[in-house]
């Protein structure tokens, strides 16, 4: 069984500062990880993702994101948001990445960016 | 019980055919999608319809073709165009402006032979 909890269902912040995005996970077996990210009005489009390689994953738009075993998180960063980041995230473990019948979502995060 | 029923659940397809692949949903969701998963790729787009009638583009749509003729239903054409067709292909469902997160069908496995 796993599981995907994103703690935050709404995040603000002001243009030009940091943004967090956390996500906790629970898995039977070895994970992988994505985070994908949904503007209005569009499909999902994949962020970066995580398969056992390194633990700092970078994706694209500047994002970037952990994988800590020992707290099983997955939290997605950015240093410096942009007006064209907000939009909806999603997290997602998947404990066979040749099997989507193993995804499991995240309810997503909204975020919201300020001028 | 409310879902989305993809069918075939495995299918086999000979060069240069068109093949269709089935999504039907009692959800009542505006929103449709069809994904492609290819082994450690992740969910990739190929065409998205937010309403009866209309459909969208996304990230790999070359060889593909869909119809929005109804709500319930969104089937997706892989044509002899599609290059590298076998793959993993995922029907999903949102529900716009209230509903969070997708609906997915337990997917079809197109095999070209």
């Known amino acids: 069984a796993q599981s995907v909890t994103q703690l935050d269902s709404h995040v603000s912040v002001s243009e030009g500062t940091p943004v967090l995005l956390r996500c906790n996970y629970s898995?039977?077996?070895?994970?992988?990880l994505f985070w994908y990210v949904q503007h209005p009005n569009k499909g999902l489009q994949l962020l970066l993702k995580?398969?056992?390689?390194?633990?700092l994953v970078k994706g694209i738009n500047g994002f970037e994101a952990e994988f800590k075993k020992s707290e099983t998180s997955f939290h997605l960063t950015k240093p410096s948001a942009h007006m064209s980041d907000a939009a909806e995230y999603f997290c997602?473990?998947?404990?066979?990445?040749?099997?989507?019948?193993?995804?499991?979502f995240g309810s997503g995060t909204q975020l919201t960016v300020l001028p | 019980d409310g879902g989305i029923t993809q069918s075939p659940k495995y299918l086999f397809r000979k060069e240069g055919q068109n093949v269709t692949l089935s999504c039907e949903q009692n959800?009542?969701?505006?929103?449709m999608y069809w994904y492609r998963q290819d082994p450690g790729q992740g969910l990739r787009l190929i065409y998205y319809?937010?309403?009866?009638?209309?459909?969208q583009k996304g990230d790999i749509a070359e060889g593909y073709s869909v119809s929005r003729e109804k709500k319930e239903s969104f089937p997706l054409t892989v044509t002899s165009a599609q290059k590298n067709p076998t793959a993993f292909y995922l029907c999903?469902?949102?529900?716009?402006?209230?509903?969070?997160?997708?609906?997915f069908g337990s997917g079809t496995r197109l095999t070209v032979v």
């Open positions: 997602v473990v998947s404990s066979d990445s040749g099997s989507a019948r193993q995804l499991t």
């Open positions: 898995s039977s077996y070895s994970p992988s």
């Open positions: 995580y398969t056992s390689a390194a633990t």
């Open positions: 959800l009542n969701h505006d929103a």
């Open positions: 319809s937010q309403i009866v009638n209309d459909f």
């Open positions: 999903a469902t949102k529900q716009d402006r209230e509903g969070r997160g997708y609906t």
